[in-house]
T-cell receptor, first 114, second 109 residues
Framework: KAGVTQTPRYLIKTRGQQVTLSCSPI?????VSWYQQTPGQGLQFLFE???????NKGNFPGRFSGRQFSNSRSEMNVSTLELGDSALYLC?????????????FGPGTRLTVL | GQNIDQPTEMTATEGAIVQINCTYQ??????LFWYQQHAGEAPTFLSY??LDGLEEKGRFSSFLSRSKGYSYLLLKELQMKDSASYLC??????????WGAGTKLIIKP
């Protein structure tokens, strides 16, 4: 079974631009969660999508948004980029039927904002 | 606020045993996860505890005490490939995972 894939793997943007990241979950998984990982801070939860609906949301500003398509693929968008948005963005998929489930992570997209 | 504490870095010797502690204060509790993350790679699942006690899985064991807000991950017969960061995460009452900053484990020959 293919794992979680994320594209692109690396991205360089400048302040004020916007960016879209993509995540393809494991086949059959309907839940996709997004996390921001920065050194010394650990993973910060952004949001979770299940069956095309946002099921859970973390404490990030509205500049961070996401969506999920009918094939469970998910995209995350960050508008008006700030220097502090530089981070590794990880997505994780799970079957989603149970509220507590092991999550399978993708390799991440490393975003650098200049 | 919600808080997960774990040591920033630990060093151990190949073949030895190491215990990585995690203490937490969260709004509600729906289980505690341990993940392993090698440098530059994605986190991978190690264990899940929701009831008090010890869960053993090969060389790795995880312990939970809900009354103390405490967990540890025990790694036995350490191998060089165990050099990685170990992430502790608690699922809160909203079914959100709250993550610690991770413990970087360095294994020396």
């Amino acid at each position: 079974k293919a794992g979680v894939t994320q594209t692109p793997r690396y991205l360089i943007k400048t302040r004020g631009q916007q960016v879209t990241l993509s995540c393809s979950p494991i086949s059959g998984h309907r839940s996709v969660s997004w996390y921001q990982q920065t050194p010394g801070q650990g993973l910060q939860f952004l949001f979770e999508y299940f069956s095309e609906t946002q099921r859970n949301k973390g404490n990030f500003p509205g500049r961070f948004s996401g969506r999920q398509f009918s094939n469970s693929r998910s995209e995350m968008n960050v508008s008006t980029l700030e220097l502090g948005d530089s981070a590794l963005y990880l997505c994780a998929s799970s079957p989603g039927e149970r509220e507590v489930d092991e999550q399978f992570f993708g390799p991440g997209t490393r975003l650098t904002v200049l | 606020g919600q808080n997960i504490d774990q040591p920033t870095e630990m060093t151990a010797t190949e073949g030895a045993i190491v215990q990585i502690n995690c203490t937490y204060q969260t709004s509600g509790f729906n289980g505690l996860f341990w993940y392993q993350q090698h440098a530059g790679e994605a986190p991978t699942f190690l264990s899940y505890n929701v009831l008090d006690g010890l869960e053993e899985k090969g060389r790795f064991s995880s312990f939970l005490s809900r009354s103390k807000g405490y967990s540890y991950l025990l790694l036995k017969e350490l191998q060089m490939k165990d050099s990685a960061s170990y992430l502790c995460a608690v699922m809160d009452s909203n079914y959100q995972l709250i993550w610690g900053a991770g413990t970087k484990l360095i294994i020396k020959p």
